[in-house]
């Protein structure tokens, strides 16, 4: 307290009058009155004094972020922003208000919401139209401060369409325009949107000739622009590819960044761009520059050397690099044990790190999910084609086990990446034959379905497509699960995805099946369904639902039972089908049903009765395409096959109708298999 | 022609090999550049410069395989070894294809596949296996055949292993290796054939680039020596080691400036130090009767006790009369001796031509120059050879040169500019031919009497010479002494005392071989129509002068107490002796961190 005799302002004596018992809260006022002491200076008549007062305020935030919250709960910020705006105030006191607000944004990131809430943003922009440097140069740095904060919406880097032009045009005034500039473009372009406005505005040409430049922070902050500008960006990338940065290509600057004596960050971000330019078709999956130089990167930053966020990067990146290209995934399959190398990505938090380290717990504990997801990103790319590739990584340690807890842990991420994986695997016979079905994979896929967001089920129900295959020892104990109310739930989904997955995993399931599941399916489908599906947009859904048909229509007793039952509306169904417009896939498979329904015993009247359905094969029997003309006929040669019951009459009325005239045709066919069915079809008339 | 395409390769091998691996004494530990016909199984066939493998034995059973180790094995200055092998043919039909690449230690059977016994190591093709010093593989990589190159590279700094395929690398295979392994292949099927490459081709894999990355590593663990709480000490230590190298050298102005800067004591007064300035000044410009005189009066015992320093320093007089330096001979050939001074009076700038130009001034201003220049000369390893170059080089293309430039004047400081402005590895010997030439285009005119009769009527005894003689006497530009007549003579007088002071030292101290190496080589310089292009002209050169002004300035430092090598240059020289040690001793890192890198 003070004791010097002074007369003691009220505020304070009220305060230590009020507070004297409550020690810590009285510290707190003392500092706020030390606070308010700066604010009040910036109200000083005299200019000099204000200034002197915010070079002292300056002077005290540093390093200080209680006194920085103070400030700003003082009221510090619409201030400094009125001096900075005034045209009447000094260069000097407006360039010393930039840095104090400046300051103020480097502390927490309530304190970047309140200097976002007072239109700070706006303010400075504002001040980048005038002519000094370093008036400027103090601007940009409060702004990039300000943008880089995951609290300030990038969106009002845009509002005003002439900021983006006007930043290019300061890019080159000066090595700290080039750094702040380049990293508020990095850090605020996440949307196509975005991409297309800085690309509009020459971003590729202004910011080129900075890879080069002698700071390492504006080669970083450069080289990170171009990884955000082409993100699966097919323009960016095609014209990255022909700039030139002083004679040299951009794709040999960005290999040159990648070299192992370079920061990682550097190598990483190089690799990305790369990687980028690669996937939007810009470079060839078998440049050297992406075979021998970037998947050997990125490999490497999975490496257990580097920091856990840069093998989560590394991970992902390579994952997305060679998604598309087995011969990429063949690579990376041999390159540095990169298989075992993933399988550490599970290690954490690591038991070690549990006792000797609080703080190195809370990091492992922050990114164990993300290494997780990204490992299984990772294997699920590695083995999207080679079998090789598939048996190799669930022969890796604990692998089938660690997919199966995946698919159950908290995190969708996790959950989403480790389906993915399975999805992957699931595409090899071998797999599904043996590991798949030792580990009952099944099962925590069953649960992951029953609720679970659109993203996860589509890849859920895709991987169980799979499991569903007639080889798959799998399918059995799914079966007893009750999943048929859950693939046909599925069918009525609004996303065609799932329609597809639910209506394929059917089908998968009624290939060869018993005539009990081939009942339960249609019972618990409903032909309503049935026929709604047959009519759906989506022409997948139609393929993969006629394809369920056909399957529901093999066997003779089971092709009776259910033509007995739904007949009627089976044969509207292929009737509208064939009447409409279809590509041939579809009508050919429509063709085949009609072929499995005429080896029906009594399901072959429904044809037989039905001339118009007669004419229709006639005509596909005629038809340009092979294919149809096969099906067709061999929808002919099942009706008039001999050995069965009332063949006779058949073969006789079709005679009258002149099939025999086109049969007799087709046994001249020059496709070997048409001719072939055509004569046998002839010879059930000579016997 | 292909005799042409082969000396290409081997300077490309050369030339890649040193750029690879800059830090390896080839003279000690050779690098392997091919396959040895010694050290290998007979069913082994060599081709190609014993760079291709082939097999030609039965291959029925593993009794049947055969192996072949490289000429060298691989040194551990290399810090990072690599060589590749290309698969040419993997061998015929119908047998298994075993076929190994690996390391194996001398001694270890051929008869084998590398990898299966102790010591040896390998990667298979037939399976991708890696083999560690057993009969049972590990699964690795990938198989390979026909078409594919394997590398196998070797980390000597954490004494690990790893193949590439096809510029791929695969990962450690084998860690905790031993030392002086070579490079072995093992093929085991009949019309096997594979190459290596050793570096006679670049190689598929980027090695380099993982060379960078070590390089980097081993950098920043020196950056990053803990120091520890010493620092300000650190601090002090260094700026002593500084001070006291200035001192040595007798650079006083700048050693006073430092000295007040730093805040640190000079341990010997400054008249000290600028009376042995004065001393090497004249040593060094081969004012050799001057600088012995000088020191006799201000360290009046000093020759005494050390009569064999005052021999050596006699005979470097008589060299210098020969080449017409002295100032006794100088001053018979009439001249004044101030303008002849050539010399800038210091311990040669090797690698700073600039501050030649002023060398006066370079003592004030250019402190860290200075002492980073002369570093490198204290250093430079091929210090001799360098000199050596420089004379037999002297084939007098610089001859026209120093005609343009200064016609029958005086040889002065400039030229040694205009010399050493050339650059810098060729600057030594440059610089010293062009001292020569100076001297001889003074005087070439003046007079041309072929001397050399005249020499060995004298009495000098020259029978111990047998060195070839030139006759062809009148194509001489330089002249003995200066040319002058009088000069001569004072020389061969000065030689008769010279060979007595040899003899009454052999009497008093018994004898001394390499006093009369010295003698004798000094006096060789007479047998020669021209001493200066002769297999002893060496000796003329004024770098020679170098190692007797600092024996000189060691000896009068020691007799004050003081060390006679500056802790600077002991410390450097120390960081490069505990290198090669390094490197003897299997120490990988020493590859990375040559202390040249840190005197720029």
């Known amino acids: 307290m003070r004791n010097d005799g002074r007369p003691i302002p009220t505020l304070e004596v009220s305060a230590a009058q009020q507070q004297i018992h409550l020690h810590t809260f009285f510290i707190l006022q003392e500092v706020t009155a030390t606070s308010r002491h700066y604010v009040d200076r910036l109200f000083d008549p005299d200019p000099q004094n204000v200034l002197q007062g915010v070079i002292d305020m300056k002077n005290a935030v540093i390093g200080n972020n209680k006194q920085k919250a103070n400030l700003i709960v003082l009221g510090a910020v619409p201030r400094l922003l009125y001096l900075l705006q005034q045209s009447s105030s000094s260069l000097e006191l407006r360039t010393e208000c930039a840095v104090v607000l400046g300051s103020l944004a480097m502390g927490t990131e309530n304190n970047i919401k309140s200097l976002v809430d007072c239109h700070i943003i706006p303010a400075l922009l504002q001040g980048l139209l005038c002519s000094d440097l370093i008036f400027i140069e103090a601007c940009l740095r409060c702004l990039r401060t300000v943008f880089i904060s995951p609290v300030t919406p990038v969106q009002l880097l845009y509002t005003d369409p002439t900021v983006i032009p006007h930043l290019m045009s300061l890019l080159s005034r000066s090595r700290h325009t080039k750094e702040y500039i380049t990293q508020i473009f990095a850090h605020c372009c996440k949307t196509p949107e975005h991409q297309t406005v800085l690309f509009n505005h020459s971003a590729i040409q202004n910011i080129a000739p900075l890879l080069i430049s002698p700071s390492d922070k504006v080669r970083m902050q450069a080289l990170k622009c171009f990884s955000v500008l082409a993100y699966e960006n097919t323009q960016v990338s095609m014209t990255l590819v022909n700039v030139l940065v002083d004679g040299e290509q951009l794709s040999q600057v960005f290999v040159r960044m990648m070299q192992r004596d370079k920061p990682i960050e550097m190598q990483l971000t190089a690799a990305k761009c790369l990687t980028y330019m690669c996937r939007a078709g810009a470079i060839r999956t078998d440049d050297n520059c992406i075979i021998l130089k970037t998947l050997p990167c990125l490999v490497r930053m999975c490496s257990k050397e580097r920091l856990l966020e840069e093998r989560v990067e590394g991970a992902e990146t390579l994952a997305y690099l060679m998604e598309p290209d087995v011969e990429l995934q063949r690579i990376a399959s041999f390159t540095d044990h990169l298989v075992s190398m993933l399988a550490d990505y599970f290690k954490y938090p690591s038991s070690v790190s549990a006792i000797t380290d609080i703080k190195r717990l809370d990091h492992d504990l922050k990114h164990a999910h993300e290494l997780r997801q990204a490992a299984f990103k990772l294997y699920a790319s590695l083995g999207s084609n080679d079998e090789d590739i598939r048996k190799k990584i669930t022969e890796t340690e604990n692998m089938m086990d660690r997919i199966v807890s995946g698919l159950s842990e908290s995190s969708i991420k996790v959950r989403l990446a480790a389906v993915r994986c399975l999805h992957s695997l699931s595409r090899s016979v071998q797999q599904l034959r043996t590991s798949f079905h030792d580990h009952a994979v099944w099962k925590p896929l069953m649960k992951l379905l029953q609720n679970a967001p659109d993203e996860v089920l589509v890849m859920a129900s895709s991987t169980l497509c799979n499991l569903l295959l007639e080889f798959s020892p799998s399918k059995e104990p799914i079966l007893d699960s009750g999943v048929i109310e859950l693939l046909c739930s599925l069918t009525q989904s609004d996303s065609p995805a799932l329609r597809v997955n639910g209506i394929w995993a059917l089908m998968n399931m009624a290939f060869q099946a018993d005539q009990k599941v081939k009942v339960e399916i249609v019972r618990a489908l409903g032909t309503e369904q049935l026929f709604r599906l047959l009519s759906d947009p989506d022409t997948n859904v139609l393929m993969k639902t006629l394809g369920l048909l056909r399957n529901l229509l093999s066997t003779r007793p089971h092709i009776d039972q259910i033509m007995s039952s739904h007949g009627k509306q089976i044969m509207q169904a292929v009737t509208l089908i064939l009447e409409g417009e279809h590509s041939i896939e579809v009508k050919e498979q429509t063709l085949c049903i009609l072929a499995n329904i005429a080896d029906g015993n009594t399901a072959k009247e429904l044809i037989m009765t039905n001339d118009d359905m007669l004419q229709k094969i006639k005509y596909y029997m005629g038809h340009s395409n092979v294919k149809l003309q096969l099906a067709a006929t061999f929808c002919i040669s099942n009706l008039i096959w001999n050995e069965e019951d009332g063949s006779q009459e058949r073969q006789d009325k079709l005679k009258d109708m002149g099939f025999v005239d086109i049969l007799h045709k087709l046994t001249q066919a020059s496709d070997p298999n048409l001719c072939d069915r055509a004569k046998t079809a002839m010879q059930q008339y000579l016997a | ?600």
């Open chain 2, 1 to 600: 022609r292909s005799d042409l395409a082969l000396n290409e390769q081997e300077k490309d091998l050369n030339q890649r090999l040193r750029r690879l691996y800059p830090a390896v004494n080839e003279e000690e530990t050779p690098l392997p550049r091919s396959w040895s016909p010694k050290d290998k199984f007979s069913y082994i066939g060599l081709s190609q410069n014993n760079l291709r493998v082939h097999y030609k034995g039965h291959g029925k059973t593993p009794k049947d395989a055969a192996s072949v180790r490289a000429t060298h094995p691989i040194p551990a200055a290399c810090g990072v070894y690599y060589f590749e092998v290309k698969i040419i043919s993997k061998g015929r039909d119908g047998y298994v294809k075993y076929m190994g690449i690996g390391l194996s230690a001398q001694g270890v059977n051929m008869n084998r596949l590398p990898g299966w016994d102790k010591h040896s190591y390998g990667y298979h093709g037939d399976d991708g296996h890696s083999f560690c010093s057993s009969g049972t593989g590990q699964p690795y990589g990938p198989t390979f055949t026909t078409g594919d190159v394997i590398g196998c590279c070797v980390n000597l700094i954490n004494n690990t292993c790893f193949y590439t395929k096809n510029g791929h690398s695969l990962g450690i295979a084998f860690t905790d290796l031993p030392p002086n392994l070579y490079p072995t292949v093992g093929l085991q099927t009949p019309g096997e054939v594979v190459d290596a490459n050793f570096g006679q081709h670049p190689f598929v894999f980027d090695i380099e680039d993982y060379m960078r990355e070590w390089r980097t590593k081993i950098q920043a663990q020196i950056d990053r020596f803990p120091i520890g709480e010493r620092e300000g000490e650190w601090q002090a230590m260094i700026q002593k080691m500084v001070a006291s190298y200035l001192v040595h050298h007798s650079y006083c102005a700048t050693a006073e400036v430092f000295a007040k800067s730093t805040d640190q004591a000079v341990h010997e007064e400054l008249a000290s130090i600028k009376n042995r300035q004065k001393i090497q000044k004249l040593v060094l410009s081969g004012r050799m009767g001057e600088a012995i005189e000088t020191t006799q009066q201000l360290y009046p015992s000093l020759l005494e006790l050390n009569p064999d320093l005052l021999f050596m320093l006699k005979v470097r007089q008589f060299i210098e009369m020969v080449n017409g330096t002295d100032s006794e001979v100088r001053c018979l050939g009439g001249r004044s001796p101030k303008s002849q001074d050539s010399y800038p009076g210091s311990p040669r700038l090797f690698n700073s031509p600039v501050h030649k130009a002023s060398s006066s001034q370079t003592y004030q201003t250019g402190i860290g120059d200075v002492i980073t220049d002369h570093l490198h000369f204290l250093l430079s390893p091929g210090f001799d050879s360098n000199y050596c170059n420089g004379v037999s080089s002297s084939k007098g293309h610089t001859l026209a040169h120093s005609h343009k430039s200064c016609p029958r004047t005086m040889p002065s400081p400039e030229l040694g500019v205009l010399n050493g402005s050339r650059g810098q590895q060729t600057n030594v010997g440059a610089e010293v031919e062009m001292e020569v030439d100076h001297f001889s285009n003074g005087v070439s005119e003046s007079s041309s009497n072929g001397f050399l009769n005249g020499s060995s009527t004298h009495g000098i005894d020259l029978e111990e010479c047998d060195g070839d003689m030139e006759v062809d006497s009148a194509q001489s530009k330089r002249q003995l002494c200066g040319g002058s007549q009088a000069a001569i003579e004072r020389m061969i007088q000065f030689g008769r005392e010279l060979q007595s002071m040899s003899e009454h030292l052999r009497r008093e101290r018994g004898k001394n071989s390499a006093n009369k190496k010295m003698l004798k080589d000094a006096f060789s310089l007479l047998a020669y129509s021209d001493p200066w292009i002769s297999p002893v002209g060496y000796q003329l050169d004024s770098i020679r002068r170098e190692p007797v002004c600092s024996t000189l300035n060691s000896a009068i430092l020691e007799t004050h107490n003081l060390p006679k090598q500056p802790p600077l240059a002991l410390a450097v020289g120390q960081a490069a002796q505990c290198l090669s040690l390094m490197a003897r001793t299997g120490s990988g890192s020493c590859a990375f961190a040559s202390v040249d890198d840190y005197l720029h």
